[in-house]
């Protein structure tokens, strides 16, 4: 058995036993975050059998013209919502998993959210709840599990799958409301490569983190995409990645231009 499987195997036990702790504190938490999960029936499948576009936050789309996605059902992740992309996008949906993320831009966020100038519905962390709760156009996601196969907790009602970052989770999402169609941009997925932060927007700050900690939280990426991945083909999804020269590989690539129309 050669080191990488061993590996896998190894962490696919202790994943296991994760889940089964996070499903039991779930079960004591469950009265206590009922009002905020039953709330997200209003999004399933709300949209069956539609197109839909996620939008990361990477390089590729400082060469991209967004303004020809400004009739499309959009989902903006993370800062994007402090950049001028978020004004030319005026995305449907704006997602952010992480709360290190929230509490960096809270301010804005709350500003975004209580204007609504687009009508953008935000899905958030649950820990955003008490914080954000007054506004009708906030949904909170529980999500605690583990991704480990493709049989994915998808029902964000309940005790769903938790991701290493912002896109897979808008995959989730994107799944739950029935899109049959989900185009990525801004995935480039190459951060590990640079020793700065190298999103489409700001300054070119040096990373904090270590090489060895990038690759750990990239493989473990890697899989949840690719779990997801395979979600999509058993339940007849399509999901392509449209970023040019991503180095995400277990995603089939296309061109955006043949997924306008």
């Known amino acids: 058995m050669d080191l990488i499987h061993f590996n896998k195997r190894v962490n696919n036990f202790m994943y296991k036993l994760l ?24 999004l399933k499948n709300s949209f069956n059998g539609s197109t839909c576009y996620i939008i990361g936050n990477g390089p590729s789309l400082k060469e991209m013209d967004l303004s020809l996605l400004s009739d499309k059902i959009v989902f903006t992740v993370n800062k994007m919502v402090n950049t001028t992309a978020f004004d030319i996008l005026r995305p449907q949906y704006h997602c952010i998993c992480d709360r290190l993320v929230i509490n960096d831009i809270f301010d804005e966020l709350e500003e975004k959210i209580s204007q609504n100038d687009y009508g953008t519905k935000f899905l958030l962390h649950r820990s955003m709840y008490e914080k954000f709760k007054k ?10 599990k583990i991704c480990i196969s493709e049989k994915l907790d998808i029902d964000i009602t309940k005790n769903c799958n938790v991701f290493m970052n912002v896109v897979p989770f808008a995959i989730r999402n994107a799944i739950y409301m029935g899109f049959t169609k989900i185009i990525l941009l801004g995935c480039d997925f190459s951060f590990f490569a640079n020793r700065t932060n190298t999103h489409f927007y700001g300054q070119n700050e040096i990373r904090k983190e ?31 990645n449209c970023t040019p020269k991503t180095f995400l590989d277990v995603i089939p690539q296309g061109d955006i231009y043949d997924y306008l129309n």
């Open 135 to 144: 506004y009708n156009n906030t949904y909170f996601i529980y999500g605690t």
């Open 210 to 240: 270590t090489l060895y900690q990038d690759l750990s939280g990239s493989a473990i990426a890697l899989l949840e995409y690719k779990h997801l991945y395979q979600y999509c083909v058993k339940h007849n999804i399509e999901l392509v």
């Open 19 to 42: 889940n089964l702790g996070s499903d039991i504190i779930y079960m004591f938490g469950y009265v206590k975050s009922i009002s905020y999960r039953l709330k997200n029936n209003e």
